[in-house]
């Protein structure tokens, strides 16, 4: 089973359980309902894990997408119904291609590099204290002579 299909699993169980039918539900049980915000937050990490550590917009709006159904959108005196997987996967690959496109305005292109978590603590901490931001750090150490 994909993750795609084990987290729209996940999340139907969830909004099943909490009995939500609609986004204002969803909304109104993350915001005051701290288990369910916690098992929701659970479900979604355990998507980005298993896509590798991230996930796109456009995937999770597909996901959520699936797991609520449908909209219904009037205008003009007439009325259509769409799938909401359609509106928020679109949604998500356009609200994505935003994000990365502002993030490379204001990084350059960047490269994601993994380190342990106790040196990534060491490193924000220091950056911290610096007053500048952890990447920035990194860039300024791998950028001095070597000794």
């Known amino acids: 089973m994909s993750y795609t299909d084990r987290t729209r699993l996940?999340?139907?169980d969830l909004l099943r359980?909490?009995?939500?039918?609609?986004?204002?539900?969803?909304?109104?049980?993350y915001r005051e309902d701290s288990a369910f915000r916690a098992r929701w937050h659970e479900i979604w990490l355990a998507a980005a894990r298993d896509d590798?550590?991230?996930?796109?917009f456009t995937a999770a709006g597909a996901i959520l997408g699936a797991v609520l159904g449908g909209?219904?959108?009037?205008?003009?005196g007439t009325a259509i119904g769409l799938p909401l997987l359609a509106v928020l996967g679109l949604g998500g690959l356009v609200a994505g291609t935003e994000?990365?496109?502002?993030?490379?305005?204001?990084?350059?292109?960047?490269?994601?590099?993994?380190i342990p978590k106790q040196l990534h603590k060491r490193l924000a901490s220091k950056a911290e204290e610096l007053g500048v931001e952890p990447r920035t750090l990194l860039a300024q150490i791998l950028d001095s002579p070597l000794p």
């Open 17 to 29: 359980q909490h009995q939500i039918d609609g986004v204002r539900k969803l909304v109104h049980a």
């Open 99 to 114: 994000v990365d496109a502002a993030v490379r305005r204001w990084w350059g292109e960047v490269v994601a590099v993994d």
């Open 52 to 56: 590798g550590g991230k996930l796109s």
């Open 10 to 12: 996940g999340l139907q």
């Open 71 to 76: 909209v219904g959108i009037a205008a003009l």
